[in-house]
C-alpha cells in the first residue's frame, strides 16, 4: 500500500507480519499515559514514530531518509500504519 506524504511524495507500506503489528501496537499503548483531563498523550512520539517507520515502510528506512521527513511526513506515516493496524482481518474467519 502507498500513501502520499507531502512534498508529492510517497512511501509503501510493507505487509506487517503477526509479530510486527504486535511489536508496534505494544509500543503505542506501552507508551499512553493518562492527561489528567480524562484522555491520554503519548510518551516519547518522536521514537515511536521512528520506530513505526523503521518497521512499516517498505524501502529505505535509513537515518539518512528519516532526516528528510518533515514531522508531518513522519505523522502520516505513523497515522497510517495505525488505521492499518487497527483495521484488522480483511476477511473474518469462519
Given at each position: 500500500?502507498?500513501i502520499k506524504?507531502s512534498?508529492?511524495?510517497?512511501?509503501?507500506?510493507?505487509d506487517l507480519?503477526?509479530?510486527?503489528s504486535?511489536?508496534?501496537l505494544?509500543l503505542?499503548f506501552?507508551?499512553l499515559k493518562?492527561?489528567?483531563?480524562?484522555?491520554?498523550?503519548?510518551?516519547?512520539p518522536?521514537?515511536t514514530m521512528t520506530?513505526f517507520?523503521r518497521?512499516?515502510?517498505?524501502?529505505d528506512?535509513?537515518?539518512?531518509?528519516i532526516?528528510t521527513?518533515?514531522?508531518?511526513?513522519?505523522?502520516?506515516?505513523f497515522?497510517?500504519?495505525?488505521?492499518?493496524?487497527?483495521?484488522g482481518?480483511e476477511?473474518p474467519s469462519?
Amino acid at each position: 500500500m502507498e500513501i502520499k506524504i507531502s512534498k508529492k511524495r510517497t512511501v509503501k507500506l510493507k505487509d506487517l507480519t503477526v509479530d510486527e503489528s504486535d511489536e508496534l501496537l505494544d509500543l503505542v499503548f506501552g507508551k499512553l499515559k493518562e492527561d489528567g483531563e480524562g484522555g491520554y498523550k503519548m510518551e516519547t512520539p518522536n521514537s515511536t514514530m521512528t520506530k513505526f517507520i523503521r518497521i512499516g515502510v517498505d524501502g529505505d528506512t535509513s537515518d539518512k531518509f528519516i532526516k528528510t521527513l518533515s514531522m508531518e511526513d513522519k505523522t502520516d506515516i505513523f497515522t497510517e500504519i495505525q488505521k492499518v493496524l487497527n483495521s484488522g482481518e480483511e476477511t473474518p474467519s469462519k
